[in-house]
C-alpha cells in the first residue's frame, strides 16, 4: 500500500496512475470524497483528511510501503510563508511517528537554495524541514510543468504564446506532470535506499521551443513573447492572483531567468522527461 497524498491534482494523479498501473495498491488523503470518487472506483483506498491535519495524515501513513508528499500550490503566500510551514510541520509529526520505510517529496529545481526564490521558498523550506526525518527521503525536483503552458490553447490562436521567460530562447528545466508521476512511482517501487536521495528532473527547453510545439498542435505558426518586466503584476492578476501579492510569483521567474534552477547541481541525481510539451498540448486538445 502506498500513500498519494494530492490525489486530485495533476502530480498526485500522475503518481497515483503509474503505481496503479505497476498493480499496486494505493491509499489517498482527501477533503471531498466527492472530487475522488473516479479514483475509489479504481480501487483507491480514501482517507478522510488533509495536509492541516497531523493526525489525519499519520492515519493515512499506517502500515503504508512508501509514502508521497507534497505542497499544496499557493500563489500568494503570506510574506513569511506561514501556510507552508504549517503543512511542512503536520508532516514532520505524522512522518516522524509513523515513520514509512520511505518517503519520496516533490520539491523543485533551485530548492537547493534558501532565498531569492519567490514561491520555491516553500520546497526549499520543505527540503529543510524534513532533513532530520528517520526515513529514508527522495526529493524530486522537477523543473518547470509543461501544463503551466496550457492557456496558450486558448491565447496562441493568433500565434503569439505570451510567457515569462525572458530571453525566449534560454533553455531552463521543464517537464511533464506525467513524468514526475511515473519517476515518483519507480521511486516508491524500486530498489530501497537508505538517508537522503535528491533527483533533478526535466530537460533543457526554451519558451521558444515550447510555443513552436505548441503550433505544431494548433497546425499555425506560434511565435514566444516574453511579457516586459513590468508588467508582470497586472499578468499575474489577470490570472487571478490578488493585487498587491504577486511578488512571489515574480520573483520566481526571476529566479528561473538567472539561471538559478538550471540543471546540474552537485550531490543530485537527473532523470531526463521523455514526455514533450507537444504531447502535453495534444493531449489537453483532444480531451
Known amino acids: 500500500m502506498f500513500l498519494v497524498m494530492g490525489i486530485t491534482g495533476k502530480v498526485g494523479g500522475a503518481t497515483a496512475k ?62 513569511d510563508y506561514k501556510e ?6 503536520n508532516y514532520v509529526k505524522a512522518l516522524a511517528k509513523a515513520a514509512p520505510p520511505r518517503v519520496v517529496a516533490l520539491s523543485s529545481m533551485g530548492a537547493n537554495r534558501t532565498s531569492g526564490l519567490g514561491m520555491i521558498t516553500s520546497l526549499s523550506l520543505l527540503e529543510q524541514g524534513f532533513r532530520d526525518l528517520l526515513s529514508p527521503i527522495a526529493f ?11 492557456y496558450g490553447l486558448q491565447v496562441a490562436q493568433g500565434g503569439t504564446l505570451p510567457v515569462y521567460y525572458n530571453p525566449t530562447n534560454r533553455k531552463s528545466t521543464m517537464v511533464a506532470t506525467n513524468d514526475i508521476g511515473a519517476e515518483v512511482a519507480t521511486l516508491l517501487t524500486g530498489p530501497a535506499w537508505s538517508g537522503r536521495r535528491v533527483v533533478e528532473l526535466g530537460s533543457m527547453v526554451s519558451a521558444d521551443e515550447v510555443a513552436q510545439q505548441l503550433g505544431e498542435v494548433l497546425h499555425r505558426d506560434v511565435k514566444a513573447f516574453a511579457v516586459p518586466r513590468a508588467g508582470w503584476a497586472e499578468a499575474f492578476e489577470q490570472f487571478g492572483v490578488p493585487k498587491g501579492r504577486t511578488g512571489p510569483a515574480e520573483e520566481m521567474f526571476e529566479a528561473v531567468n538567472a539561471g538559478w534552477m538550471d540543471l546540474g547541481v552537485e550531490g543530485t541525481e537527473h532523470v531526463a522527461g521523455t514526455t514533450s510539451a507537444r504531447e502535453v498540448f495534444a493531449a489537453a486538445q483532444k480531451a
Not at 23 to 47: D, I
Open 18 to 79: 503509474h503505481l496503479l498501473a505497476h498493480g499496486k495498491q494505493v491509499r489517498a488523503l482527501v477533503r471531498n470524497r466527492e472530487k475522488a470518487s473516479s479514483w475509489a472506483n479504481q480501487g483507491v483506498e480514501l482517507v478522510d483528511g488533509d495536509w492541516n491535519d497531523s493526525a489525519a495524515i499519520e492515519r493515512a501513513l499506517k502500515g503504508v510501503e512508501g509514502a508521497f508528499v507534497m505542497l499544496p500550490a499557493v500563489w500568494a503566500p503570506s510574506p
Open 140 to 150: 524530486v525536483r522537477a523543473g518547470g510543468f509543461f501544463e503551466n503552458f496550457l
Open 84 to 89: 507552508a510551514k504549517g503543512v511542512i510541520e
